[in-house]
Nanobody, 115 residues
Framework: QVQLVESGGGLVQPGGSLRLSCAAS???????MGWYRQAPGKQRELVAS???????NYADSVKGRFGISRDNVKNTVYLQMNNLKPDDTAVYYC??????????WGQGTQVTVSS
């Protein structure tokens, strides 16, 4: 089973930026990958996805502010987050698009947007 390790989170002021990384222990080059987030008391939601060919899609709440990319040689997926808002505060995870609650999930990385 491929292990996923998310990193790059932290505390940032509103309007700031962060770049998240998700390193996979195996090949993910042919897999449709996504970044999810889960805020306290809310369900996990998919915020950005990228196909093996590089086509991207975003939730309306992050469109124009977040950018997803991938490096299939390094088996890593990135999430560039700009103009962060307090509502972006959540634990961020990467996984296969469509992964359900019973799938394997990494530990995630905490993003906190606060002044």
């Amino acid at each position: 089973q491929v292990q996923l390790v998310e990193s790059g989170g932290g505390l940032v002021q509103p309007g700031g930026s962060l770049r998240l990384s998700c390193a996979a222990s195996g090949s993910i080059g042919r897999i449709w990958m996504g970044w999810y987030r889960q805020a306290p008391g809310k369900q996990r939601e998919l915020v950005a996805s990228i196909t093996s060919g590089g086509n991207t899609n975003y939730a309306d709440s992050v469109k124009g502010r977040f950018g997803i990319s991938r490096d299939n040689v390094k088996n890593t997926v990135y999430l560039q987050m700009n103009n962060l808002k307090p509502d972006d505060t959540a634990v961020y995870y990467c996984n296969v698009v469509g992964a359900g609650p019973w799938a394997y999930w990494g530990q995630g990385t905490q993003v906190t947007v606060s002044s």
